[in-house]
């Protein structure tokens, strides 16, 4: 039985910064979106980042609290 020989692909030389003109024409592909749906977002962001850290602060608040008293026996 003969062996099949599989041509092998070269890849082409590129340029070390045609990456640059692949992103700029990936970037130029995107559907950006609009002014008032990027203040609307970004005020939707902040909201829940205040509300997480308020329940989070609660929650540590009430964590020490419990060490404290636990396991410290302070008061």
Do not use: H, N
């Not at 692909?9 to 024409?25: E, L, Q």
């Not at 980042?49 to 026996?73: I, Q, T």
Request: aromatic share 8%; proline share 4%.
């Amino acid at each position: 039985m003969t062996k099949k020989i599989q041509p092998q692909i070269v890849p082409k030389k590129r340029s070390r910064f045609a990456f640059i003109g692949d992103t700029i024409g990936e970037l130029r592909k995107v559907t950006w979106p609009s002014r008032r749906d990027t203040v609307r977002l970004t005020i939707m962001v902040i909201i829940v980042c205040g509300l997480v850290g308020a329940f989070l602060g609660a929650l540590d608040y009430g964590f020490s609290e419990l060490v404290a008293r636990v396991l410290l026996g302070g008061g």
